[in-house]
């Protein structure tokens, strides 16, 4: 299980001092988009179950989810942030604005 929160900064990168957790960092890599490196990826590993929570201290309709991962390969996992239109969208550098995840991982089948 992995799991832990970071704080969006708008269009800038999100600041390490931001990130809750341990065993990952993050990196905004376009509008709305930030993706999520595990520090140590076990070969052939799985989502069982991801959940990804948009926290604002002004709600605006906002919410995020897991749209792609590459565990297996690289060990990333893709957030993406949309509004209320379901547009891909950044959130707003805020004390109260905050992204969490939580991944569950099992062991899946080897490749051949």
């Known amino acids: ?10 269009s800038s990168a999100v600041a390490s001092t931001s990130l809750k957790g ?3 960092s993050v ?7 930030f993706v999520i490196t595990l520090s140590k990826t076990p070969p052939w590993y799985e ?5 990804v929570k948009v926290h604002m ?9 897991m749209t792609t991962h590459t565990l297996s390969t690289t ?8 509004d209320i239109a379901a547009a891909a969208a950044d959130i707003a550098a805020a004390a109260t604005n905050r992204i969490d995840f939580c991944l569950a991982l099992r062991k899946g089948v080897r490749p051949s």
């Not at 990196?27 to 988009?33: D, E, M, P, S, Y």
């Not at 201290?57 to 989810?65: F, M, N, R, V």
């Open 57 to 65: 201290g002004t709600p605006t309709g906002a919410t995020a989810c």
């Open 27 to 33: 990196a905004r890599t376009g509008v709305g988009v």
């Open 22 to 24: 341990k065993g990952f």
């Open 47 to 51: 989502i069982v179950y991801c959940d």
């Open 1 to 10: 299980m992995v799991y832990g929160s970071f704080a969006p900064n708008g």
């Open 75 to 82: 060990g990333t996992v893709t957030i993406t942030a949309t």
